[in-house]
């Protein structure tokens, strides 16, 4: 699969049979854990609604059933699919503070505005919030650079310069 999805952007109807090379950030695993923990813990009310729902008759136009229904298998659907990423992931941490890795926080400079990128996977990325994927144009150009080197990048909106002004674990 080449598309990259955010953790907010993963579809409903999104089934993973077998994750090969996941990596995730300390940050982005527990975001997949606690999302986890908020699906079960909220699994025996919609349990309930649909029992509620059931016991009052007529299925074929019972909205609260049908509702009830979609929701419970959207949160056993989302639940199979945590669980498998989380049992695939691979947790990784910055390895280097001497240039840029995975899970490490870049600030770089374009000449008119200091920027700080963290370096995540493309199940993580968003780059309104300065995640950017490791396999993105900007986050695949700016991986094994050190602190000073200048990178220019091919972006949609046409070639970008970033000076890499900091790098942090």
Excluded: W
């Excluded at 982005?28 to 309930?48: A, C, I, S, Y």
């Excluded at 503070?97 to 920027?115: A, I, K, M, N, Q």
């Excluded at 700080?116 to 199940?123: A, N, Q």
């Excluded at 300065?130 to 949609?156: C, R």
Aim: negative net charge; glycine residues 8%.
């Amino acid at each position: 699969m080449n598309e990259e999805y955010t953790l907010k952007q993963i579809p409903e109807d999104f089934i993973v049979e077998e994750v090969i090379d996941l990596k995730l950030t300390p940050a982005g695993f527990e975001k997949l854990k606690e999302e986890q923990r908020m699906l079960t813990e909220k699994r025996p009310g919609v349990v309930k609604r649909l029992t509620a729902a059931r016991e009052q008759g007529d299925l074929s136009e019972n909205a609260g059933y049908h509702a009830a229904r979609e929701e419970l298998g959207y949160v056993d659907s989302r639940l199979r699919t945590l669980k498998l990423l989380i049992r695939s992931a691979d947790v990784l941490e910055a390895t280097s503070s001497d240039h840029v890795t995975f899970g490490c926080t870049v600030t770089v400079d374009d000449g008119e505005l200091t920027r700080e990128f963290v370096i995540v996977s493309g199940l993580e990325a968003d780059p309104l919030e300065g995640k950017m994927s490791d396999s993105s144009p900007i986050g695949s150009a700016l991986i094994g650079k050190m602190v000073g080197d200048n990178v220019e990048i091919m972006v949609p909106d046409g070639k970008v310069s970033y000076k890499i002004l900091k790098i942090a674990k």
